[in-house]
């Protein structure tokens, strides 16, 4: 987890008009669903030695009196695991009633240990893997597809998986959301939307946020900040904003970091933000757009029929003639724009896979134009960071 932050970028702020929140922005599980750890308050445990002194049944204490019901524990870094997640921890905190999940930072250098270590923390007993995935992994899409399927290939294709990265999507054009958020990937999203470090509002971090990231149609599960002393009426906002944007559990960067004052504003109950709806839009993409979400909507031409269209992340004339002809089909207006109507009709497929960097399949359809063995990653990929809203410095 980010620990440091850049100034961000002027972003959009949400519309206070419109209807209540729709499938597409993540949330709430459907009615009769059983709720997964992520759908509860969660916090985050970097050094189990430096939460509540490391003792258990403090942790469990502090969590029930401050309505935490998931812990997010560190288990790997690297290619390296962390002795601090046990199989008893996990048993006695399971015990206090609580819900564990294991999170591993990954750098993209070895993929596949990267996948050994996230696994093994599973036969721990976690609930639930989280995928911390920032800045090392940029521009890295074989080695993001080589991690999701040996991890896949470890842990089945039904255990509960999340990304928490960059909350700004459009920050990072050669990040590989895509991929990670992708067939196979992660079911859920945590961006790390900590307001304060990034240097901006709570109402603007949700906008942005939620604007880049429902297009990968996951489940978003805002992570909030109690580093840096940002206040209990902002942690108490962030809360609330929670609720007007649907999102069934939030969590807390994190433990150790966590005033006194800061653990009873969690325990607090807090209502929606009287006259606050959210806008529902969509990312435009036009002639000269770059970057993963070029790719994201070239995948899903392809699966919608667009068999002759290579995913390069460059939005050029084959993929405006492409969209073209998607709007066509299906009665849009046909302007080779993918705005919201396109998107939420684009969305409603299916994305192909890509295996980029596979050596075994060296075309994901029939007539997509990669390189014998697999495409090593999009034309877009090589793009820099536009910022860093959150640092991507070296983890411990």
Not at 5 to 17: D, F, G, I, Q
Not at 157 to 162: E, I, L, Q
Request: with cysteine; charged share 20%; net charge positive.
């Amino acid at each position: 987890m980010a620990l440091a932050c850049c100034a961000a970028l002027p972003v959009l702020v949400p519309a206070v008009t419109g209807a209540q929140t729709p499938p597409d922005t993540g949330g709430a599980p459907e009615p009769g669903a059983e709720a997964s750890a992520f759908d509860a308050q969660g916090m985050w445990i970097w050094y189990v030695s430096r939460s509540s002194g490391g003792s258990t049944a403090r942790i469990i204490s502090r969590a029930r009196r401050s309505g935490v019901r998931t812990v997010y524990i560190k288990a790997g870094d690297a290619a390296s695991s962390w002795s601090q997640l046990t199989s008893s921890l996990v048993a006695g905190l399971h015990a206090g009633g609580l819900r564990v999940c294991a999170w591993q930072f990954v750098y993209g250098d070895s993929p596949a240990t990267e996948a050994k270590v996230g696994a093994g923390a599973v036969d721990k007993g976690a609930d639930c893997l989280i995928i911390d995935a920032e800045g090392h992994y940029e521009g890295k899409y074989a080695a993001a597809d080589r991690y999701i399927q040996a991890l896949r290939a470890r842990i089945g294709p039904d255990f509960p998986v999340s990304l928490a990265g960059f909350p700004y999507v459009d920050y990072h054009p050669g990040f590989p959301y895509s991929v990670f958020l992708g067939p196979d990937g992660a079911q859920y999203s945590q961006p790390q939307m900590y307001w304060k470090a990034i240097g901006t509002s709570v109402r603007t971090v949700y906008s942005h946020t939620y604007l880049y990231n429902r297009v990968f149609k996951r489940p978003i599960y805002p992570i909030g900040q109690t580093y840096e002393n940002p206040g209990r009426r902002k942690i108490k906002k962030f809360r609330r904003f929670a609720v007007n944007y649907g999102a069934a559990g939030v969590s807390w960067w994190s433990w150790q970091e966590t005033a006194a004052g800061e653990w009873r504003a969690l325990g607090r109950r807090v209502r929606r933000v009287r006259g606050l709806r959210p806008s529902y839009s969509h990312p435009m993409l036009k002639r000269g757009s770059r970057g993963d979400l070029v790719v994201w909507a070239q995948e899903h031409l392809i699966a919608a029929g667009q068999t002759q269209l290579p995913v390069t992340g460059v939005f050029g004339n084959g993929t405006h003639n492409a969209v073209v002809a998607f709007q066509q089909q299906n009665g849009l207006f046909a302007d080779g724009v993918v705005g919201t109507t396109t998107w939420r009709k684009l969305l409603s497929y299916t994305p192909e896979r890509v295996p980029w960097g596979s050596r075994k399949t060296a075309r994901p359809s029939a007539a997509y134009r990669a390189r014998p063995g697999g495409a090593p990653a999009p034309l877009s990929a090589s793009m820099p960071a536009r910022a860093y809203e959150i640092d991507p410095g070296p983890r411990p």
